[in-house]
């Protein structure tokens, strides 16, 4: 397998920044795991030169000679779920392909009595993203929602044993 050469990547670097920037989460088709290895070798600074690039590169390589093989395994998982999302919306934007704007949601019935509760499986699976960084402004908002609920429920428990008091 040929060696990377120093343009691709800086061009790899740039991708990687751009898709970790535009909030596609085309990165959690990889592990977590995966995701910090891809990261640790193509992440650069955010105003860093091609220079300090291939010099943060070449650091790299001296401290983790396996790091750009596994790094260059992941980046190609990463760049065909590019290809295959762009062949996917290109083939949806073709006239030829039927667009279907009305379409109902899956519903589960009501269940009546004696049925079983489980009537239809679903499988819903969730994918994270690893951050370089966390977002201060998320865990403000996480914060504060939880003393939201924690205040509703010590309120609602005041009020039961207030109730509970009177009765």
Not at 110 to 116: N, Q, Y
Not at 123 to 135: E, F, K, L, M
Not at 152 to 164: I, K, L, S, T
Request: hydrophobic share 35%; charged share 25%; aromatic share 6%.
């Amino acid at each position: 397998m040929p060696r990377l050469s120093n343009n691709d990547y800086v061009t790899r670097c740039r991708f990687i920044r751009k898709i970790y920037h535009d909030g596609s989460g085309i990165l959690s088709v990889l592990p977590y795991k995966h995701q910090l290895v891809t990261l640790s070798y193509y992440w650069s600074g955010e105003d860093w030169t091609v220079e300090q690039m291939l010099e943060n590169r070449s650091q790299l390589d001296a401290k983790h000679p396996s790091l750009s093989a596994r790094a260059g395994k992941h980046f190609g998982v990463v760049q065909a779920e590019v290809m295959t999302r762009l062949a996917s919306e290109q083939a949806s934007s073709s006239p030829t392909t039927p667009s279907v704007t009305d379409v109902t949601p899956l519903r589960a019935r009501r269940r009546r009595r004696g049925e079983p509760a489980v009537l239809r499986t679903r499988h819903i699976s969730v994918r994270g993203v690893a951050r370089r960084q966390p977002d201060i402004q998320k865990l403000a908002i996480a914060f504060l929602q939880l003393a939201e609920m924690q205040s509703a429920r010590e309120q609602a428990e005041r009020e039961a044993q207030g109730h509970d008091e009177a009765a």
